[in-house]
């Protein structure tokens, strides 16, 4: 919707003004209302009839999301300490081998008892061509629970179809949703990753419905970013050279995998 908006309006700006910073897409209201930002429209409309791709990080707050977004530029830009509010994004969309613009999107997390930060974990689900979730800790019921709220809500969507009532609603639904794979921060288990959250799936009543939906998905250990909490919690000045080489490893061959396998979103 928001691109077919796009494609009609005439762009303010060109692709030598994109600029190496985030930029704020969603911005929400004191009234917990979402708006899209004026700088966002402008971003946007310059890439209209492109191709695009977008890569979306969310998942409880305070896990780490903005470090993820950080390590995929290559520089810390993305507030590591609970700056991010709607959802930013990376003010310049990067050129993807299948001749897509890929644009990653970081957002300020969900929360259970914060239907604001449900409506904008929903608005970045729906915008995304792959979409990353990023915990910590092992994948328990507890954090099952929290990632159905969105898959809950999705649920409610429409879809134009005679066969999209009853238990074929999902998986309708599911042929529209992006990839997903789930990062979790600071575990690492002897099983292989992506076997270990189809158990967890498979042993949660929610989990059914998220596999339904999510009929592309994987599953990536990441460990600890550094060798200590303090410079942990100063990541933004102590710069990326402080990164383990470990973290910064598996994180590249991620977002490689990602850029890699990711599909077009809008044309």
Not at 189 to 208: H, P, Q, T, V, W
Request: glycine share 6%.
């Amino acid at each position: 919707f928001i691109f077919n908006i796009l494609n009609k309006m005439e762009s303010k700006m060109s692709d030598s003004e994109f600029k190496d910073q985030p930029i704020q897409l969603i911005d929400l209201k004191e009234d917990g209302t979402l708006e899209i930002s004026e700088q966002a429209l402008d971003f946007l409309s310059a890439l209209s009839n492109q191709k695009i791709s977008i890569l979306s990080i969310n998942g409880p707050q305070g896990q780490g999301k903005s470090l993820l977004a950080n390590t995929f530029i290559d520089q810390i830009k993305f507030k590591c300490s609970g700056g991010t509010r709607g959802i930013r994004m990376w003010g310049t969309p990067i050129e993807l081998d299948n001749k897509s613009k890929l644009i990653i999107i970081d957002t300020q997390g969900i929360k259970k008892d914060d239907p604001a930060s449900l409506k904008i974990g929903i608005l970045s689900l729906l915008l995304s061509t792959c979409f990353i979730y990023n915990t910590t800790n092992e994948i328990d019921d507890t954090t099952i629970e929290l990632f159905s709220m969105l898959t809950d809500m999705a649920n409610k969507i429409g879809i134009d179809s005679e066969e999209s009532s009853g238990e074929n609603h999902l998986d309708l639904l599911g042929e529209f949703f992006p990839q997903l794979i789930w990062t979790i921060r600071d575990y690492k288990n002897e099983k292989d990753a992506n076997i270990y959250l189809e158990e967890k799936m498979n042993s949660n009543a929610k989990g059914a419905n998220i596999k339904k939906l999510f009929q592309r998905r994987q599953c990536y250990y990441i460990p600890s970013p550094t060798d200590s909490e303090e410079k942990n919690a100063n990541l933004e000045k102590e710069g990326m050279s402080v990164l383990s080489a470990e973290f910064k490893q598996i994180c590249i061959d991620l977002y490689n995998g990602i850029k890699k396998s990711i599909k077009v979103s809008f044309v």
